[in-house]
């Protein structure tokens, strides 16, 4: 996604997880689905599977990042994305190739039994069914984390829920949020820690980052508007191939000399753009949103978590028991001292 290359221009502070305690979180839903069925794979690249074959990588990734999440006392609201937007038409398209081609390298790399090459490769063809979301909702549900169903993209529902102070920031690995109006964005939420870097024995340390928009738009001197229009120039989901030639610092110098899109193009004749920009203006700057949801955190079901993972799905049950008890264990005092801080305050 092209909007990505905006941390070239402005940078993250890096937190821990303890200064999270006790805040609510909008969680971009399909975005960290994906990141666990890119990185939740066996030693060949395959994901995770129970005995008759159904995929559980993406339970394995929400059960233990989440669990962890909660016992930090950190509480979570899962949004998913809806019906897409017609301008996403060509990123679906792109982003489907990418797969296709994966594909077909991840067999190349198998029959010539070159499975370090193969695991690479496997994370690129990352494809989310339905039934791995309606799996995903339902360990969710289990685990006492709301779900908000968003019209179109989940990031303009979850910037929503902090405008409108429902949770206090968006955990996503996107920057889209920041420009759907979202004051707080949380970046490595669920990928923290120690990585080794591909292909190599080095590793290194991920950091939660956290992103203030106000902070981004002083810093750049810049409106939400006019950051809106330096992502079109740069490229966007909607318009995913953005400007030919122009990257984030020449995009930001465009605006910053033109002030608008409409002056950019007027001015350089070099500068076209194919899309209507005034439609992706318009998805970022008034998204379509659903009023009609219910934010209930309710405690951890143990004994659904342990049928739904154990017994349907082939969990370690010592192991889910283990997990479960930490994270009601961080769940209760978070919310005992929440209650105190209330009482005192």
Not at 87 to 99: D, F, G, P, S, T
Not at 256 to 276: F, P, Q
Not at 292 to 317: A, H, Q, W
């Amino acid at each position: 996604m092209g909007v990505k290359k905006i941390s070239d221009l402005f940078k993250g502070t890096p937190i821990n997880l303890d200064q999270l305690r006790q805040k609510k979180l909008a969680v971009d839903a399909y975005n960290i689905i994906y990141q666990f069925l890119a990185s939740i794979r066996g030693y060949d690249g395959s994901l995770l599977s129970d005995v008759e074959g159904t995929v559980t990588s993406h339970l394995s990734g929400l059960l233990y990042r989440n669990a962890r999440l909660l016992e930090k006392g950190i509480q979570l609201v899962y949004v998913f994305d809806g019906k897409p937007s017609k301008l996403k038409r060509e990123e679906i398209k792109r982003r489907a190739e990418v797969k296709r081609k994966a594909r077909v390298e991840l067999e190349e790399a198998l029959e010539r039994g070159d499975l370090v090459r193969a695991r690479t490769v496997a994370q690129r063809t990352s494809v989310l069914t339905k039934p791995m979301v309606e799996d995903g909702k339902e360990l969710l549900s289990l685990m006492g984390i709301p779900i908000v169903l968003a019209p179109h993209e989940g990031e303009s529902q979850a910037a929503y829920l902090v405008q409108q102070k429902k949770v206090w920031g968006v955990a996503s690995q996107d920057y889209d949020s920041l420009l759907f109006g979202s004051p707080v964005l949380v970046r490595n939420l669920t990928l923290s820690g120690r990585r080794r870097l591909p292909r190599s024995n080095r590793y290194v340390t991920v950091n939660v980052e956290v992103f203030h928009q106000h902070e981004l738009l002083k810093s750049l001197e810049l409106t939400k508007e006019q950051l809106v229009d330096m992502s079109i120039l740069i490229g966007t989901d909607f318009n995913p191939d953005g400007v030919k030639g122009v990257g984030p610092k020449t995009a930001y110098k465009l605006i910053k000399k033109h002030e608008n899109l409409e002056s950019v193009i007027e001015a350089e004749e070099s500068i076209e753009i194919d899309e209507d920009f005034d439609a992706i203006r318009e998805i970022f700057l008034n998204p379509v949103i659903n009023n009609d949801y219910t934010l209930k955190f309710n405690p951890i079901d143990v004994d659904g978590v342990i049928k739904f993972l154990c017994e349907e799905r082939g969990f370690s049950k010592d192991r889910v028991v283990s997990t479960l008890e930490k994270a009601k264990k961080g769940q209760e005092t978070a919310l005992k001292q929440k209650s105190l801080d209330a009482f005192f305050g």
